[in-house]
């Protein structure tokens, strides 16, 4: 049983690694529709912390936005809490990935200040800024360059600055 289980648990993770691009624009849309939300959540059930640091951040950030459509305060707190695990888990794993550090950057600037989430914000922002031209894959750069010009973290010349990376 357990080893259908770790088939299982393993097959979907997979899955979910050679469809990266399909949970970023999930990701996208689940940041303003509950069902889409609970549909990512879902989805990345199967993801571990024993999974690709990149899985475990999207889990953890779209656990964070699981709260944001939980019924009770009790629930919303439970969902944060576990969503900010593992992204502080997958950044510390992967401290040099900036897709990582763009999600967690975009779940402080969408926290709501009581939960004490938004500071060092500036941190993740420079990293972002100054790491963005190392990104390889073109589909990640422009995935992060489209948060970028759309964020309130960022002012105009450093929207500019990476739309031109």
Do not use: C
Request: cysteine-free; proline content about 1%; overall charge positive.
């Amino acid at each position: 049983m357990k080893s259908i289980l770790f088939f299982l648990v393993f097959v979907g993770a997979t899955f979910l690694v050679s469809n990266i691009s399909q949970v970023r624009q999930q990701y996208r849309e689940a940041s303003t529709d509950a069902e889409k939300t609970k549909q990512l959540y879902q989805d990345l059930a199967s993801v571990t912390k024993e999974s690709d640091d990149l899985l475990v951040a999207y889990k953890g950030a779209a656990t964070t936005l699981m709260a944001k459509y939980a019924k009770t305060i009790k629930e919303k707190k439970a969902f944060f809490r576990e969503g900010v695990d593992y992204l502080e888990y997958a950044v510390a794993k992967a401290p040099n990935n900036v897709e990582i550090r763009y999600l967690r950057l975009s779940v402080k600037e969408n926290a709501p200040r009581i939960t004490g989430y938004k500071k060092h914000m500036d941190k993740d922002k420079t990293y972002i800024l100054d790491h963005l031209s190392e990104v390889k894959n073109k589909e990640s750069k422009k995935y992060i360059q489209g948060y970028v010009s759309q964020s309130d973290v960022f002012d105009a010349d450093e929207k500019r600055s990476v739309s031109q990376q």
